[in-house]
T-cell receptor, first 113, second 112 residues
Framework: DTEVTQTPKHLVMGMTNKKSLKCEQHMGHRAMYWYKQKAKKPPELMFVYSYEKLSINESVPSRFSPECPNSSLLNLHLHALQPEDSALYLC????????????FGSGTRLTVV | RKEVEQDPGPFNVPEGATVAFNCTYSNSASQSFFWYRQDCRKEPKLLMSVYSSGNEDGRFTAQLNRASQYISLLIRDSKLSDSATYLCVVNNPYSSASKIIFGSGTRLSIRP
């Protein structure tokens, strides 16, 4: 069982829909991340939250909106996505100084139709 | 030049063989280094951190060469279950947070 829990595991949404991806960790980690991974490619960083504040936004389109309600939760709000946004969305967490690596959730496989 | 570069493979080796992967990174300020393993349609999982002194975990040995800016992973006595994509990961400081950069991954296939 992963210590970073993501829901839902699978999501199919239309281009006009609004949906949210959720991520939760109870390891006391103070940094949380959203990654996007396309098939046969490495994960690409989207956002970094450090101590519940957005620290890094990798020029992600505004149709992706992250939110960190508290130190254990990270959401990714989706609106007006395109079919090319279909991918595996991975959440990860780490200590603020991540010398011990990053723990990934099992991901949400998103399909935009 | 990519920030983290790996040979994409695939490496196709017989069970019991020894296989080694290298990874180079461009940012000399990089602080932490890791090898992750990712199985098909699964999330990346930490295989091992890489320390300056080198470290070993069973059949796996990781080395870091800061002067030449590369890290390596050696797998001895490979098993069928070692078949996966191995991702080199580098942590770079970035203002108030840190940013981890993934290499493109090296695919390893172990044949019976």
């Amino acid at each position: 069982d992963t210590e970073v829990t993501q829901t839902p595991k699978h999501l199919v949404m239309g281009m006009t829909n609004k949906k949210s991806l959720k991520c939760e960790q109870h390891m006391g980690h103070r940094a949380m991340y959203w990654y996007k991974q396309k098939a046969k490619k490495p994960p690409e960083l989207m956002f970094v939250y450090s101590y519940e504040k957005l620290s890094i936004n990798e020029s992600v389109p505004s149709r992706f909106s992250p939110e960190c309600p508290n130190s254990s939760l990270l959401n990714l709000h989706l609106h007006a996505l395109q079919p090319e946004d279909s991918a595996l969305y991975l959440c990860a967490s780490s200590q603020a100084s991540p010398r011990d690596g990053y723990t990934f959730g099992s991901g949400t496989r998103l399909t935009v139709v | 030049r990519k920030e983290v570069e790996q040979d994409p493979g695939p490496f196709n080796v017989p069970e019991g063989a020894t296989v080694a992967f290298n990874c180079t990174y461009s940012n000399s300020a990089s602080q932490s280094f890791f090898w992750y393993r990712q199985d098909c349609r699964k999330e990346p999982k930490l295989l091992m951190s890489v320390y300056s002194s080198g470290n070993e975990d069973g059949r796996f040995t990781a080395q870091l060469n800061r002067a030449s800016q590369y890290i390596s992973l050696l797998i001895r006595d490979s098993k069928l279950s070692d078949s996966a994509t191995y991702l080199c990961v580098v942590n770079n400081p970035y203002s108030s947070a840190s940013k981890i950069i993934f290499g493109s991954g090296t695919r390893l296939s172990i044949r019976p």
